[in-house]
């Protein structure tokens, strides 16, 4: 059998220099795409795999998530065979000023119509899971072939430099035919809503550790290694707080998919918001203690270091910050044990 989150990581050196869309397609051709679901026993495999594609490029990251998602919502919804070869989204962003409508049509089928915001890798995919709204005003979701008229991939929607190479535009559907998946609410009432909330959060977790792993290297004592003879002992605490909190973050995700794998259809949302809030302080740090230990010259004569310095801090955004913090001291507050418990 296939054992994917390890060909995940022997694709990607092969990887390394291919635009983010390109080694998605590669990235499909070789099955690496087919990785466990969350909840069926291998949720941690899952999410180290997300998190080397995150600590290789954040642009891939951000298609693979969006593809490895769609899958796990496809497989969800009762449609668990794709096409061969297909690329997917996830395109479930809803700003209040782009929303698209799912119709009936006057052949018994559906169609979408409207703009949607926050399209990655809208011009290389052939399909995606779109959430959309029906006649009742209820949040829908339809799974839409892109490959036929009506579809509009623009030019608007992303002027960032970091996470460039996700390539987050608008698009615009003219009564395109869709297929509906599950019924009206399904979406966000899954268990696996969550699920692939936290598994966001192993994408930066990777980013991070790579950031982690560059400075690790400049202070090594190893005998292999070129460490600086002279190693500062500011740099060093710097690393040593970068890696507290990335112990802490890596426990926490190892908790989190153990306990998705013990009640997969459990409410994870309060444990997903957490993994997510704590990886995205674990991130800031990291960035921060970074760029004071080595200054900038990594972010001027490394072009992946660079990269990754004007990436991570975009993605992360992803986390909302004092909302999610809310979310989760209401939680907290309305239960009957303090999740900090040893």
């Given at each position: 059998?296939?054992?994917?989150?390890?060909?995940?990581?022997?694709?990607?050196?092969?990887?390394?220099?291919?635009?983010?869309?390109?080694?998605?397609?590669?990235?499909?051709?070789?099955?690496?795409?087919?990785?466990?679901?969350?909840?069926?026993?291998?949720?941690?495999?899952?999410?180290?795999?997300?998190?080397?594609?995150?600590?290789?490029?954040?642009?891939?990251?951000?298609?693979?998530?969006?593809?490895?998602?769609?899958?796990?919502?496809?497989?969800?919804?009762?449609?668990?065979?794709?096409?061969?070869?297909?690329?997917?989204?996830?395109?479930?962003?809803?700003?209040?000023?782009?929303?698209?409508?799912?119709?009936?049509?006057?052949?018994?089928?559906?169609?979408?119509?409207?703009?949607?915001?926050?399209?990655?890798?809208?011009?290389?995919?052939?399909?995606?899971?779109?959430?959309?709204?029906?006649?009742?005003?209820?949040?829908?979701?339809?799974?839409?072939?892109?490959?036929?008229?009506?579809?509009?991939?623009?030019?608007?929607?992303?002027?960032?430099?970091?996470?460039?190479?996700?390539?987050?535009?608008?698009?615009?559907?003219?009564?395109?035919?869709?297929?509906?998946?599950?019924?009206?609410?399904?979406?966000?009432?899954?268990?696996?809503?969550?699920?692939?909330?936290?598994g966001v959060a192993a994408c930066w977790f990777g980013a991070a550790t790579a950031l982690a792993d560059a400075l690790r290297e400049r202070l090594s004592t190893h005998a292999d290694s070129q460490p600086d003879p002279h190693p500062d002992p500011h740099r060093l605490a710097q690393l040593g707080e970068v890696a507290v909190v990335l112990q802490a973050s890596a426990a926490l995700l190892r908790e989190t998919a153990a306990g998705i794998d013990r009640a997969p259809d459990a409410d994870a949302m309060r444990a997903a918001l957490s993994v997510r809030l704590n990886v995205e302080d674990a991130a800031r740090i990291t960035l921060d203690r970074m760029g004071r230990a080595l200054g900038p010259g990594p972010l001027c004569k490394d072009a992946a270091m660079a990269r990754r310095f004007a990436d991570l801090p975009v993605f992360i955004r992803q986390c909302h910050a004092e909302r999610d913090q809310e979310a989760v001291g209401r939680l907290v507050a309305s239960g009957t044990e303090a999740p900090w418990t040893l």
């Open positions: 059998m296939l054992d994917v989150p390890t060909t995940v990581h022997s694709a990607l050196p092969a990887l390394r220099e291919r635009a983010p869309a390109a080694a998605l397609r590669q990235l499909v051709a070789l099955g690496a795409d087919r990785l466990p679901f969350p909840g069926q026993g291998a949720t941690l495999a899952r999410w180290r795999a997300l998190a080397a594609v995150g600590a290789q490029d954040l642009g891939l990251a951000k298609l693979f998530e969006g593809h490895t998602d769609a899958l796990a919502i496809l497989h969800e919804a009762g449609m668990p065979q794709t096409p061969a070869g297909s690329l997917w989204g996830t395109w479930c962003a809803e700003p209040p000023d782009a929303r698209v409508t799912l119709d009936a049509a006057v052949d018994g089928g559906y169609t979408v119509s409207g703009r949607k915001a926050w399209c990655s890798g809208a011009r290389h995919v052939s399909h995606a899971v779109v959430s959309c709204w029906n006649g009742a005003g209820q949040a829908v979701l339809a799974a839409v072939d892109l490959r036929q008229p009506g579809v509009r991939v623009t030019d608007d929607g992303w002027h960032a430099v970091g996470m460039q190479g996700s390539e987050s535009v608008d698009v615009h559907f003219d009564r395109v035919p869709a297929t509906p998946l599950g019924d009206a609410g399904f979406y966000v009432r899954r268990a696996g809503f969550w699920h692939g909330g936290a």
